[in-house]
């Protein structure tokens, strides 16, 4: 599930950074490429303007909601991981050799 919200969070990085790309701060950008003033057109300069910044809000709170969700389905420590490490942790001391108390006593 991880998987599938990090393809999904990239794919939208991805198209917001051209979509932004695509504009111009100065009111150029892809909407004086269709025409500039003419309003007649299907798609014209003041349609475009308005396409291109739906979009930007779209994929941003498309890009927040993906992370804060994400959140959700990283993989976290289950019951059943723990009873696996305190498994092996008694394994790990069942074949460490049983050392004397004392040393003096060892001779």
Do not use: C, H
């Not at 051209?18 to 057109?41: A, M, T």
């Not at 723990?82 to 498994?87: N, S």
């Amino acid at each position: 599930m991880y998987t599938i919200f990090a393809i999904l969070i990239i794919i939208t990085s991805i198209l917001l950074v051209l979509v932004v790309l695509v504009q111009n701060p100065k009111g150029g950008g892809l909407s004086s490429s269709f025409g500039g003033g003419s309003g007649n057109q299907i798609m014209g300069a003041k349609k475009t303007t308005d396409f291109l910044e739906k979009a930007t809000w779209t994929l941003a709170i498309a890009l927040i909601s993906l992370s804060l969700l994400s959140n959700f389905a990283i993989p976290r420590n289950t019951a059943e991981d723990t009873v696996e490490i305190k498994a092996q942790e008694q394994i790990d001391n069942a074949v460490i050799p049983n050392l004397p108390a004392n040393p003096t006593q060892a001779e």
